[in-house]
């Protein structure tokens, strides 16, 4: 499996701001994702984060609220803009070596906006 | 669309005892992966087990195994000897094998305590 790295592990924003997480996989990978995980919730899957082009949003969440970059296969951002305190949330990302193979998760980002 | 329901909430297991935690699923398709994902306190997700629905025999790691049963959309996970670093939440989690290869469909998790 590789070893995924999330800054930062943590933060504490104002609503109407904007925060930007990094994903660093220490080997190339085929997929990357970001999910969300919201108090006391289970994992939501928020976009597919495509090399070079613009990620697969899930339904319910929208590019313009959360845009992603992947500039290559081993790093990717997500953005989580004018944040208002429903974002509150824990943000992982995960990734896949092998389109279809088992996905292996970054220690997340826990954001908690006031 | 799949759904993954796991019925527990909490359980409570003492040390060194077996516990299962259930798993249910709904889905018409006919070839997916089940896993487990252990989520401890720290938060890291990590991946306990994982079961192809096109293999008969249970997946096992180590004290971990599970009880895959496809008719009836069951996927239980069993640990044995448990010790208090498996206290956690526990999610199961569902995956198409095709079309859409990113989309894992959590269970709501089980949190799991281990009394010394």
């Known amino acids: 499996s590789a070893v995924i790295s999330q800054k930062p592990s943590r933060d504490i924003c104002q609503r109407g701001t904007s925060l930007t997480i990094q994903c660093q996989v220490d080997?190339?990978?085929?997929?990357m994702f970001w999910y969300r995980q919201q108090p006391g919730q289970s994992l939501t899957l928020i976009a597919t984060?495509?090399?070079?082009?613009?990620?697969?949003?899930e339904s319910g969440f929208v590019i313009d609220k959360f845009p992603i970059s992947r500039p290559n296969l081993t790093f990717s951002t997500l953005t989580v803009s004018n944040m208002s305190p429903e974002d509150s949330s824990i943000y992982l990302c995960?990734?896949?070596?092998?389109?279809?193979?088992?996905?292996?998760f970054g220690p997340g980002t826990r954001l908690l906006v006031l | 669309a799949q759904t993954v329901t796991q019925s527990q909430p909490e359980m409570s297991v003492q040390e060194a005892e077996t516990v299962t935690l259930s798993c249910t699923y709904d889905?018409?398709?006919?070839?997916?992966?089940l896993f487990w994902y252990k989520q401890p306190p720290s938060r890291q997700m990590i991946l306990v087990i994982r079961?192809?629905?096109?293999?008969?025999q249970n997946a096992t790691e180590n004290r971990f195994s599970v009880n895959f049963q496809k008719a009836a959309k069951s996927f239980s996970l069993k640990i044995s000897d448990s010790q208090l670093g498996d206290a956690a939440m526990y999610f199961c989690?569902?995956?198409?094998?095709?079309?859409?290869?990113?989309?894992?469909?959590f269970g709501k998790g089980t949190k799991l305590s281990v009394k010394p």
């Open positions: 995960s990734v896949a070596m092998i389109e279809g193979e088992t996905q292996y």
């Open positions: 080997s190339q990978v085929t997929m």
């Open positions: 984060a495509n090399q070079g082009s613009e990620a697969t949003y």
């Open positions: 889905t018409s398709e006919s070839d997916y992966y």
């Open positions: 079961q192809e629905a096109y293999k008969q």
């Open positions: 989690a569902y995956r198409s094998a095709g079309g859409s290869q990113g989309n894992l469909i």
